[in-house]
């Protein structure tokens, strides 16, 4: 999970076990197990998704209550963990993707998300098909209209705060909110009654990566059982839901899944990132009228004013004269004076 989340939050005493012991079935009681969920699957009407920090670890995302995770070494007084790459670059892992095909094949009706690294719907999960329980950290939200934006950027503030920007919808103009809960906030109603309405309808949730310690959430999954469904569990420490559980797998979740896809025949497709950005492009002639000034701004898609983490570089050429080139490097602005040609091309470099 984000350690800029994790340091936002409110402090508390209790935040459940941590430290919890790994463990991992023996390899050929793994490969009965993945057999099992695999024909479980396949014969699901209504399939439920329920995840937390274990489906993102992978991504270089760390996550709270493993032996190394953020909760586990703060109660040490030990240092947090580093992440292996900014919290915005990271990408979905295999277990994300494997979940967007099953969706599409009909097979996944709604995901149900205790984490907030947006990385479900940066895979293609449909909105209408995700339920965010916690919030999410590239998500700001119109207290007014309603309306959501999905950033590039990670939003700078938690616990349902108002941010630096405004809707866009035509006469809303509303101050946006953050959508992270803190501690003591409520989940939204908006997330929790179609997460509870799937998990009722549901034959199967199947709950991957959480200690399911965290209430209310953690109690979503056993509504199925109510309605004859069954639980299943894909995680590497014990659970406090493990006996309400049909079948409980101790693995890694990538291996997991990458086994029971392999089983369905399916194939997993690699994530492809897409980032938005605008270029704006002015001219002006000089005071003199001898030459024409050009202003060239690369901006987010979201506003003049976002954020653009994701750009390292700007690489500018003209098309008459390969001798004028510029380039901003790490953000630092740069001049060009008393040229006046055909712009050939910008180029950015991620």
């Known amino acids: 999970m984000s350690l800029g989340y994790a340091e936002k939050l409110s402090y508390i ?143 700078e503030t938690i616990g349902l705060k108002e941010t630096s920007r405004r809707c866009s919808v035509a006469k809303c103009g509303t101050r946006l909110k953050d959508t992270v809960l ?24 199947l709950c991957l990566g959480t200690s399911l310690q965290i209430t209310p959430a953690c109690n979503l999954p056993l509504k199925a059982l109510r309605g004859g469904g069954k639980v299943v569990i894909v995680n590497l420490q014990k659970t406090p839901k493990d006996k309400k559980a049909s079948l409980v797998i101790h693995g890694f979740v990538d291996k997991v899944i990458a086994g029971v896809m392999d089983q369905l025949n399916m194939q997993i497709s690699p994530f492809v990132r897409i980032d938005l950005f605008q270029i704006i492009l002015v001219q002006a002639l000089s005071n003199d009228k001898r030459y024409v000034n050009w202003t060239l701004q690369v901006a987010s898609a979201h506003g003049q004013k976002a954020a653009l983490p994701f750009i390292k570089s700007v690489e500018i050429s003209f098309l008459d004269r390969e001798d004028y080139k510029a380039a901003i490097l790490d953000k630092q602005p740069f001049r060009l004076k008393r040229f006046s040609h055909t712009m050939q091309h910008v180029s950015l470099c991620h």
């Open 13 to 155: 005493e209790d935040v459940g076990n941590v430290g919890m012991v790994e463990y991992f079935d023996p390899s050929h009681v793994l490969r009965e197990k993945i057999d099992q969920l695999a024909i479980m699957i396949k014969k699901s009407k209504h399939l439920v998704v329920f995840t937390g920090a274990g489906i993102s670890t992978s991504c270089g995302i760390p996550d709270f209550r493993g032996p190394k995770g953020i909760w586990t070494l703060q109660r040490e007084g030990k240092a947090l963990p580093e992440a292996s790459l900014p919290f915005h670059r990271a990408a979905p892992s295999m277990t994300h993707m494997a979940l967007v095909e099953l969706e599409k094949a009909g097979i996944l009706k709604f995901v149900i998300s205790q984490n907030v690294d947006g990385l479900h719907l940066r895979s293609g999960i449909p909105r209408e098909k995700l339920a965010e329980l916690h919030g999410n950290s590239f998500m700001e939200t119109c207290p007014s209209c309603g309306e959501e934006y999905f950033r590039d950027f990670e939003v």
């Open 182 to 205: 803190d501690w003591e906030d409520a989940l939204p109603t908006k997330e929790m009654n179609p997460a509870e309405k799937h998990c009722k309808q549901a034959d199967i949730v």
